[in-house]
Nanobody, 123 residues
Framework: QVQLVESGGGLAQPGGSLRLSCAASGFTFSSYAMNWARQAPGKGLEWVSG????????NSADSVKGRFTISRDNAKNTVYLQMNSLKPEDTARYYC????????????????WGQGTQVTVSS
């Protein structure tokens, strides 16, 4: 069975950094693009960033471009989200999600999702 388990969330100050991890199992990790999405309280789900199956292509939402970096280690079946220059508006629950193919899509129509990890940015 497919499992996606996020970790690394917590409290950060504005301008600070956090690194999220997503450990994957139950599928051929290296064959699929992976994504991060987030949901703030009372708000809809927002796509944040994605990475192709081999790590050669990445895409990010304009709201995080230049601040967040997605990466993956196929040998470890893990995808990461390095978050720098954090802002209060980054406060949300962050979810790792498996794409349906090797290339990133942004419509949030993923077939598997993790349980999420909370990120709070506040002074």
């Amino acid at each position: 069975q497919v499992q996606l388990v996020e970790s690394g969330g917590g409290l950060a100050q504005p301008g600070g950094s956090l690194r999220l991890s997503c450990a994957a199992s139950g599928f051929t990790f290296s064959s699929y693009a992976m994504n991060w999405a987030r949901q703030a309280p009372g708000k809809g789900l927002e796509w944040v960033s994605g990475i192709s199956s081999d790590g050669s292509d990445t895409n990010s939402a304009d709201s995080v471009k230049g601040r967040f970096t997605i990466s993956r280690d196929n040998a470890k079946n893990t995808v990461y989200l390095q978050m720098n220059s954090l802002k209060p508006e980054d406060t949300a629950r962050y979810y790792c999600a498996k794409d349906r193919g090797p290339y990133v899509t942004t419509r949030l129509l993923y077939d598997y999702w993790g349980q999420g990890t909370q990120v709070t940015v506040s002074s």
